[in-house]
């Protein structure tokens, strides 16, 4: 191969790099989204809601927020807080911020040993502390 071939390759190749280097900067990382939001008495094995609702028994001892996030980043803030309506009364609130890129399931778990009393509740979802949801619910 003559000197100006190589010549030719090389700069072929240096300017296709150049070119590359850019455009892998223009490609963005999804945004964190929330995919749902909810409430159940249990859950399955995969951390899967099995029965969705917003009314419990009175005496229930565990209620479960099951979130679908998709894309969540490290700088990303996920946050819950449960308030007792019928005594303006923040009973709980949690934060999640993964350690690596995360896809899948948070469960938040409000759990009162003697039981939740009689009452209207609500619980209301944050993002990066935007609020995204508020979820009224009873205890009858």
């Known amino acids: 191969m003559n000197f100006s071939k190589k010549l030719f390759l ?3 190749l240096i300017t296709i790099l150049f070119l ?3 455009l ?3 490609i963005k990382e ?3 989204s929330i995919e749902s939001i909810i409430l159940a008495e249990s859950l399955d094995n995969n951390d899967n809601p099995i029965a969705e609702t917003d009314t419990f028994n009175e005496g229930t001892n565990e209620i479960f927020l099951v979130i679908k996030i998709k894309n969540m980043k490290p700088t990303d803030n996920l946050s819950v807080k449960w ?3 019928d005594k303006d009364l923040e009973i709980d609130n949690k934060s999640f911020m ?3 890129k995360f896809n899948g399931n948070k469960i938040f778990k409000i759990k009162i040993s003697q039981g939740f009393p009689y009452g209207n509740y609500e619980v209301k979802v944050f993002l990066n502390g935007l609020q995204i949801k508020s979820i ?3 205890v009858k």
């Open 10 to 12: 090389t700069l072929t």
């Open 20 to 22: 590359a280097i850019p």
């Open 24 to 26: 892998n900067g223009c």
């Open 30 to 32: 999804q945004p964190v």
């Open 83 to 85: 308030t007792y309506l």
């Open 98 to 100: 993964p350690e690596s």
């Open 136 to 138: 009224p619910f009873k």
